[in-house]
């Protein structure tokens, strides 16, 4: 069925409250986004939700809906009504799911490794090929922080290798340690659709026998020789011991989710741990990588 969106501007302070708001007014749904369509991560258990210092809170109606009384109401209550920006599209009726699917195209990252939709044919069939279903955790190898990890992952030797996922989402690097040759993957995950997603992507891969996924409250103690972890430059500086407490001596890590002005802070702390190598950028977004000592 048709729908309205109705978007309002906000910012790190305000952006729960509009929130609010817009589902009293009938919203059958409220997402946030920024002008760069940077991803919020899911936070840590008891962290602070966090929101962009220039947000867009979207709220999804239903085409039926009085518009015009969500809108007095919105200015009725709002500090700035006089200023207050909002804009209000029509959505066409279609299937979104479809939509979706039909612009998410098979990505290749370094040599030799593809990173393929499950629904679409590979375009090397001889290559290390990943076949996905994001489903409802993030991580398709369309953001530059996912994409960094992946071209690191194609560039070493994993075979036989034991690989630590540190916060495996959609377990697209699981996938791809797996596929290029890694004996073990543990994944790790705060949220249990994550872990259900990867899940699923590992049996339709074919390599569900050798990925054992955990709660943060479940995670075994372990060395492993590979340890990678993509998630946000807060988490990534308060686990540090953590993260590092998987690494063996010569263990490569790599680190991501993190903006280029925080790296250099960030590549100090784990400078503790590790020799680390250049930083990689792509867009505004960095890899840290090194070996333990």
């Not at 979207?58 to 039926?64: F, K, N, V």
């Not at 070493?156 to 495996?168: N, Y």
């Not at 697209?172 to 790790?188: D, F, Q, W």
Request: proline share 6%; net charge negative.
């Amino acid at each position: 069925m048709p729908w309205i969106q109705l978007r309002l501007s906000a910012n790190e302070e305000t952006a729960e409250k509009y929130s609010d708001w817009l589902m009293a007014c009938g919203a059958q749904a409220v997402t946030f986004i920024d002008a760069k369509d940077t991803p919020i991560y899911e936070p840590l258990p008891g962290d602070e939700v966090l929101y962009w210092a220039n947000t867009v809170v979207m709220g999804l109606y239903d085409a039926s809906h009085d518009m015009d009384a969500v809108v007095n109401y919105l200015q009725g209550i709002h500090p700035d009504k006089k200023n207050m920006k909002f804009k209000l599209e029509q959505l066409e009726d279609k299937d979104w799911e479809r939509e979706w699917m039909d612009n998410f195209h098979p990505m290749k990252f370094g040599e030799k490794l593809w990173i393929c939709p499950s629904w679409r044919e590979v375009p090397e069939p001889d290559a290390v090929n990943v076949m996905l279903d994001p489903g409802l955790a993030f991580g398709t190898g369309t953001h530059p922080t996912t994409a960094l990890c992946l071209t690191w992952l194609d560039s070493l030797d994993l075979t036989g290798k034991t690989v630590v996922d540190f916060g495996c989402g959609s377990g697209i690097l699981s996938l791809a340690a797996l596929k290029l040759g890694a004996k073990e993957v543990i994944g790790i995950d705060i949220d249990p659709q994550a872990l259900q997603a990867s899940k699923e992507n590992a049996k339709r891969n074919g390599v569900e026998n050798r990925l054992s996924l955990y709660l943060p409250q479940d995670q075994p103690t372990l060395k492993a020789d590979i340890v990678v972890a993509n998630i946000l430059a807060g988490p990534l500086r308060e686990l540090a011991p953590t993260i590092t407490a998987f690494l063996a001596s010569s263990s490569k890590l790599a680190l991501s989710g993190v903006l280029e002005a925080q790296a250099k802070s960030l590549q100090e702390i784990y400078s503790q741990w590790c020799e680390m190598d250049p930083i990689a950028v792509q867009e505004e977004w960095v890899r840290l990588s090194g070996t333990s000592r």
